[in-house]
């Protein structure tokens, strides 16, 4: 049974940073690849980023490329999201989301193929 709960909920000014955690438990083969998707109210939700750690893999996002990064630390069994130079349009309800298989630059930001979520955790930039 695979569980995935996001942590770092905050209000920030514009400009500033914020990091997201995603506590991951369960198998961990079973989260093999992970990502960070964003869901703003109005707007569908986007792949922000994307990490096969094994593969040493990782995808951004245009909107968020050199502003996010996206990290893992398998001792803690934990998904990272750095992100930087906060705007108010990155205010959004950001959710991770883990996955057994492998995937490409076509798949990585689709949250159809990510079978296991976490429950999400707002941010909000002004």
């Known amino acids: 049974h695979v569980q995935l709960v996001e942590s770092g909920r905050g209000s920030v ?7 997201l955690s995603c506590q991951v438990s369960g198998d961990a ?23 096969c750690t094994a593969e040493g893999r990782t995808w951004y996002a245009d909107s968020v490329k050199g502003q996010f990064t996206v990290s893992r ?4 069994n934990t998904l990272y999201l750095h992100m930087t130079t906060l705007k108010p ?9 883990g996955d057994p298989r492998r995937k490409t630059d076509d798949s990585w930001h689709d949250g159809f193929w ?11 930039v002004s």
């Open 89 to 97: 349009e990155d205010s959004a309800m950001y959710y991770c989301a």
């Open 114 to 124: 990510y079978m296991f979520w976490g429950q999400g955790t707002q941010v909000t």
């Open 29 to 51: 083969y079973s989260t093999y690849c992970m990502g960070w998707f964003r869901r703003a109210p109005g707007k569908e939700r986007e792949g922000v980023a994307a990490a």
């Open 13 to 19: 000014q514009a400009g500033g940073p914020l990091r």
């Open 73 to 76: 630390d398998t001792a803690e």
